[in-house]
């Protein structure tokens, strides 16, 4: 089982920023396909965007030119900058890593963009 951990959630207003962390286990890391998900309560959980093992990278229409995803194979992370956030970017945020057939999800962590 792969323990994938977020962090940087939070209530920020319109227009604003947040950054989000995955930590993953070091050992493989590089290998892994990594991706970022948002789910709002009672809708399906739809992919935001995603970074390969190649660096390769994909963005959902309603987050370009606003999010970027990036990785540090060194520190085993990945990140989603999300900037000029809007009331409809507010989802709980959930983090993905895939490998073959085996996929592992992180336990979510809310994103609130308010005034």
């Known amino acids: 089982q792969v323990q994938l951990v977020e962090s940087g959630g939070g209530l920020v207003q319109p227009g604003g920023s947040l950054r989000l962390s995955c930590a993953a286990p070091k050992i493989m890391f590089r290998f892994y396909n990594m991706a970022w998900y948002r789910q709002v309560l009672g809708k399906q959980r739809e992919l935001v965007a995603s970074?390969?093992?190649?660096?390769?990278?994909r963005l959902a229409d309603s987050v370009k030119g606003r999010f970027t995803i990036s990785r540090d194979n060194t520190k085993s992370t990945v990140y989603l900058q999300m900037n000029s956030l809007k009331p409809e970017d507010t989802a709980v945020y959930y983090c993905?890593?895939?490998?073959?057939?085996?996929?592992?999800w992180g336990q979510g962590t809310q994103v609130t963009v308010s005034s």
């Open positions: 970074i390969n093992s190649d660096n390769s990278t």
């Open positions: 993905n890593a895939r490998f073959g057939m085996n996929s592992y």
